[in-house]
């Protein structure tokens, strides 16, 4: 059993900074792509920012320069990091994980419970 746990979130004013964390655990033989996807009120889930397992990242053009997001190999953990927060980044984030739990099986997508960040104005 595989499981992603995220912490972090919460609100803060517009400008300022949030740091969201998520840890995967259970059996895992590997984890290759993790990432991060937000889902706002009547909107489709959309995604944040993706990292590959040797550190390469993609961003959404609507959070470049403000997010960044980071992993720890190790502990298998994922975080994002949220500067200059608008009330456009006001969503559900979820935690997205591309993980293997055999030498012989294919990455499945694994996926947290989501965490809410609210920018007030």
């Known amino acids: 059993q595989v499981q992603l746990v995220e912490s972090g979130g919460g609100l803060v004013q517009a400008g300022g900074s949030l740091r969201v964390s998520c840890a995967a655990s259970?059996?895992?033989?590997?984890?290759?792509?993790m990432g991060w996807y937000r889902q706002a009120p009547g909107h489709q889930r959309e995604l944040v920012a993706t990292?590959?397992?040797?550190?390469?990242?993609n961003y959404a053009d609507s959070v470049k320069g403000r997010f960044t997001i980071s992993r720890d190999n190790a502990k298998n953990t994922v975080s994002l990091q949220m500067n200059s927060l608008k009330p456009d980044d006001t969503a559900v984030y979820y935690c997205n994980a591309a993980i293997r739990v055999s030498t012989w099986s294919a990455p499945s997508d694994y996926w947290g419970q989501g965490t809410q960040v609210t920018v007030s104005s």
């Open positions: 259970g059996s895992i033989f590997s984890v290759n792509a």
């Open positions: 990292i590959t397992r040797g550190g390469i990242t």
